[in-house]
């Protein structure tokens, strides 16, 4: 089990934390604000610093065999801590920065567009959504509007967790799935982004949409009859 700070707090950079497992898999640290892949978002790359100053790079994180298992993966040829050390773990807080603003400018595309969500991938600035809609209804010029002023007015996203039951219960409060929300855990993270959109989702998103910043639909590709997929890049490359 490793304590996912990132849940709590999006914007964690960093953590001190201590080395609880190092295997060919990864490193496994007590806690950790490395978010692991998942979810269509990638997993944090960044740097665990030892106490006597050595420093190693971690280029990928990914989940390990439990729920609440993430696996540390160093750089090729990097030097491996040992099991008890202390470390101070931070993540590449630019790339994070970026991949969360794409992330939540995806729950807006979901807002925007009619459809199931079919699949998405979130990359380095850029990301993609594929949606279940026939026919030439989607309009890249009317969605960048749409999203532009969704983020321009500012809106909060909070999380907040939900019971399964609830859940159950209440269909209507998943507006857009990509994926089947992972019951049986008691509860399910849900991202509130009040009358705009709400949605399960377990990763790292913005406080407020305006940090988003302008974004433009650079493509709608045609991947089927019935499949169109929209890709989206932050204006001016920024
Ligand atoms: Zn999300």
Not at 49 to 70: C, F, N, P, Q, W
């Amino acid at each position: 089990m490793t304590a996912l700070l990132f849940r709590e707090d999006a914007y964690l950079r960093d953590c001190e934390a201590e080395v609880v497992g190092v295997d060919e898999r990864g490193i496994r640290l007590d806690r950790t604000v490395f978010y692991p892949q998942g979810g269509g978002q990638p997993g944090d790359s960044g740097k665990l610093r030892l106490g006597d100053g050595r420093s190693l790079v971690i280029a990928d994180t990914r989940k390990g065999d439990g729920v609440e298992e993430v696996l540390h993966i160093p750089a090729p040829g990097a030097f491996l801590p040992s099991v008890g050390d202390t470390v101070t773990a931070a993540i590449d807080w630019d790339r994070r920065y970026r991949l969360m603003r794409m992330h939540t400018c995806l729950h807006l595309v979901c807002a925007v567009v009619p459809g199931a969500v079919t699949g998405g991938q979130i990359a380095d600035g850029k990301g993609r959504l594929d949606f279940d809609v026939p026919g030439d209804a989607l309009d890249k010029a009317a969605i960048t509007a749409r999203l532009n002023a969704l983020i321009a007015a500012d809106h909060p996203a909070v999380p907040r967790w939900i019971g399964d039951e609830e859940l159950a219960a209440r269909p209507e409060l998943v507006r857009t799935m990509s994926v089947k929300p992972p019951t049986g855990q008691g509860r399910v993270r849900i991202i509130d982004i009040p009358g705009v959109d709400l949605q399960p989702c377990g990763g790292t998103h913005l406080a407020r949409t305006g940090e988003i910043g302008p974004v433009e639909v650079t493509k709608i590709e045609n991947k089927g009859r019935q499949n169109r997929r929209i890709v989206i890049a932050f204006a001016g490359g920024g």
